[in-house]
């Protein structure tokens, strides 16, 4: 029992990204069409001391987390078996592609996400979380370590992903625009979730998560109206930069609306 215990912990330890990722990268690249890319890197080497702790080197070593990876892994390939991921989310991740360092020795453990999407409704979708992020990291992590028959464990803990924080703003893409407004519904039902009462003392321990934002648009910016906006000379690039803890807390610190 506690070795499915565990290895349940850690599949879900991936797609709880609020606890687990100390830094984000969110690159995003909007092209004249409408079309462009969207882009994920996330950093989690941190992640590695809690799965030495729980479980020591010999059990790691049991499941193959001893051994160096450096793969690619292409969505397409997942979503016939991948459970809980909506006809809409499939057609977002059919051309994404995930790329996976890990070292257990070395510290690394490293996610990038890489989606091409066709125009901007689909940039929405997946601004809002749409692009099940949790759940694609999930049976990736399951199918890279053969653990993809297994059953999730009763009582086993769960956590937030970044779908579900994405899920608290509410995003509008248009020609020209960019809004980013915290939907005060999804919001309180999100911190009245029992597990966020563990997350929210993280916010209180000086504990900083670093998320970064860039968006490279078709044209020069004409207005931004969040001061933790930064443009570029040629007003092109927008980036932003803040602790993620800091949205829990208030979140519409970090709504914005950008037009261009």
């Given at each position: 029992m506690k070795k499915k215990y565990?290895?349940?912990?850690?599949?879900?330890?991936?797609?709880?990204?609020?606890?687990?990722?100390?830094?984000?990268?969110?690159?995003?690249?909007?092209?004249?069409?409408?079309?462009?890319?969207?882009?994920?890197?996330?950093?989690m080497g941190q992640l590695i001391d809690m799965m030495q702790t729980f479980a020591g080197e010999e059990e790691l070593k049991k499941d193959g987390l001893d051994k160096v990876y450096d793969t690619t892994i292409l969505f397409k390939d997942m979503l016939d078996s991948a459970k809980d991921v909506t006809a809409e989310q499939k057609a977002l991740m059919k051309d994404g592609k995930m790329k996976m360092q890990m070292n257990i020795k070395e510290k690394i453990f490293k996610m990038d996400m890489d989606f091409h999407?066709?125009?901007?409704?689909?940039?929405?979708?997946?601004?809002?979380?749409?692009?099940?992020?949790?759940?694609?990291?999930?049976?990736?992590?399951?199918?890279?370590?053969?653990?993809?028959?297994?059953?999730?464990?009763?009582?086993?803990?769960?956590?937030?992903?970044?779908?579900?924080?994405?899920?608290?703003?509410?995003?509008?893409?248009?020609?020209?625009?960019?809004?980013?407004k915290v939907n005060a519904a999804k919001y309180k039902e999100f911190m009245d979730r029992p597990e966020m009462a563990q997350v929210k003392q993280l916010s209180g321990s000086g504990m900083e998560i670093l998320y970064t934002t860039t968006i490279k648009l078709p044209r020069a910016a004409k207005k931004?109206?969040?001061?933790?906006?930064?443009?570029?000379?040629?007003?092109?690039?927008?980036?932003?930069?803040?602790?993620?803890?800091?949205?829990?807390?208030?979140?519409?610190?970090?709504?914005?609306?950008?037009?261009?």
């Open positions: 565990f290895k349940y912990v850690l599949t879900v330890a991936l797609s709880i990204c609020l606890v687990s990722c100390y830094e984000v990268n969110e690159e995003i690249e909007i092209n004249a069409d409408g079309s462009g890319t969207y882009v994920t890197k996330m950093d999407y066709k125009d901007l409704n689909s940039l929405q979708l997946l601004m809002n979380g749409k692009g099940g992020n949790g759940a694609s990291m999930t049976n990736a992590f399951k199918n890279l370590f053969g653990k993809g028959g297994e059953e999730e464990q009763p009582g086993a803990p769960k956590g937030p992903d970044m779908s579900d924080i994405a899920s608290i703003y509410d995003v509008t893409i248009k020609n020209g625009l960019i809004e980013k931004a109206d969040n001061p933790i906006i930064k443009l570029s000379d040629d007003k092109k690039t927008v980036t932003m930069k803040y602790n993620l803890l800091e949205l829990l807390e208030n979140p519409d610190k970090f709504a914005y609306s950008i037009q261009y």
